[in-house]
């Protein structure tokens, strides 16, 4: 009967959200264009928006992670407020007034109209190779998690999660994403109150962390707000995923709210996760489930916390699963939806002179098609082994350059496109081997600094007491450049394409002439409009005069 009700609680997930693709699908169906089913016809209000651009980047991935690397390394991502604050005021002041003034429904599209056609082509075949990657790692390695401990039928859990995300997606498109986001946080909310309240906690010293400018340092306050404020920029300001969400807001008013109200939701998850950690580590300090073999993998920490402390109660252990699928589900759907976008707006509109109705169809046709090929790589993914873990730092590698690919056409006026073309490859390839040579070449445990776990307090008698992060466990490595922070990744690849961006348009003929609606205007900032208000009040006072 536990069983039964575990499998309940989320077939019930799934159900509800293939239900809210079903209902935008005939909601919709005499508004057959191409614009209703990308954006949503631009009339999305900011609750159920910002709700969704919570949703869409915080996957299981982040889920089952970070109280995980809170366990491991300490609650020094908790810095990671000041980085998210950072990445919203940046992305409200410098992209979005841009993109929205241009009402585009794919990003790269702002590449041809500030450079030209190949610019566009490289960012859009760049991003649909990475999402189509990041996608299916964020369909596989939850359910391999949950898997291996909860005992949930792999590759079920793969191809309902893989089916469902693109039936709404298909049926409903950017409504049904954006309010299956909605309801899929609910249940997130529930899941993230049971797991910090549900083992018992201790007051600890968690912070681990220092002001040291070591960037070899895995994490310091330095890397996590520096880095972090790049990483999650170049995912709110520029990533398809939340532009097209944002965009599809009814004003501005609306849209930058959404981006506010979504920074809510982003505190109050890292909390609840950094909570969560707290409490894997309260629990489990003196008895490790990796060093005893109770785990093969972090990820599987919080799993198996669930299991051990709430597996008595029918539905709850079932509820965890849920809301941890729908931190994919919420993922892949946002993904799908961008990618038919830009290959929609991209690839086809500017070859074809199809009809609103038929562009429609060839989005949903789209939507269908990116979902089978995310979930093949899914299957792929099963076969990566150690590549898995590289293969989501390349992600994250590629959004640097691209960050600094937009911000060279927004804040400087006379890039031109070959410096804008050189800027990204040189970034691009910078990025790479930075990435790459830092997973080859691993830090210290001197650099990441990770807590004190044992075996001491197990009553296992085939497992040695043994402290998973002592340095005998591996030799120790010679530091060197290699051993950057990860963090780093992405301002290493921003600054290289701004700099070389630079460069290249200055030597090559500066451009003149670029129309303002293509660049940050003064107006665009809110330091404008408030200097503005204060000047027109003090000129309302009335005139002193002196004796």
Known sequence: EQVKSDYLVFALMLLVSAAVGVYYAWTDRDQRSSGNFLIGGRRMTALP?????TASFMSAITVL???????RYGASIGFYIIAFAMAVLV?????????????????????????????????????????????????????LALNQVTGMDLWGAVISTGVVCTF???????????????????????????????????????????FDINPLRRH??????????????????INQAQVQRYNSCKSLIHAKLSLYTNLLGLWSILLCSVFAGMCLYSVYKKCDPWTAGLVSAPDQLMPYLVMDILGDYPGLPGLFVAAAYSGSLSTVSS???????????????????MSEKHLSWTSKGLSLLYGALCIGMAALASLMGGILQAAVSIFGVT???LLGLFTLGILCP??????????????????LWVGITAQIYPPSPEMSRPLSLTTEGCNLTTVDSLNWTSTTLRPLLAESWYSLSYLYFSPIGTVISISVGLMVSLCTGCRLGVESRLTLMKEDTTVYHLFRFFKDRVSALPAVTWC
């Not at 928006?49 to 651009?53: A, D, E, G, M, Y």
């Not at 990003?107 to 999402?131: D, K, P, S």
């Not at 049926?171 to 309240?197: R, S, Y």
């Open 49 to 53: 928006v910002s709700l969704s651009l």
């Open 399 to 401: 959004g640097g350059p």
């Open 91 to 143: 992305t409200s002041e410098v992209f979005m007034p841009v993109f929205y003034r241009l009402t585009i429904t794919s990003t790269y599209e702002y590449l041809e109209l500030r450079f030209n056609r190949a610019t566009r082509l490289m960012g859009t075949l760049l991003f649909i190779v990475q999402t189509i990657l990041y996608t299916g790692i964020v369909i596989y390695a939850p359910a």
């Open 335 to 353: 993904s799908i939806n961008a990618l038919a976008a830009v290959t929609v707006e991209d690839l086809i509109k500017p070859c074809t002179n």
């Open 65 to 71: 992670s970070n109280p995980a690397e809170v366990y």
């Open 220 to 237: 310091t306050f330095w890397t996590i707000t520096i880095g972090g404020t790049f990483i999650w920029v170049s995912i709110y300001g």
């Open 168 to 210: 709404y997606c298909t049926m409903g498109g950017l409504k049904a994403v954006v309010w299956t986001d909605v309801f899929q946080v609910g249940f997130w909310i529930k899941k993230q109150h049971n797991e910090c309240f549900t083992a018992e906690q201790t007051v600890l010293i968690f912070f681990s962390t220092s």
């Open 414 to 431: 006379f890039a031109n496109s070959k410096g804008a073309v050189s800027g990204l490859l040189s970034g691009l390839v910078v990025s």
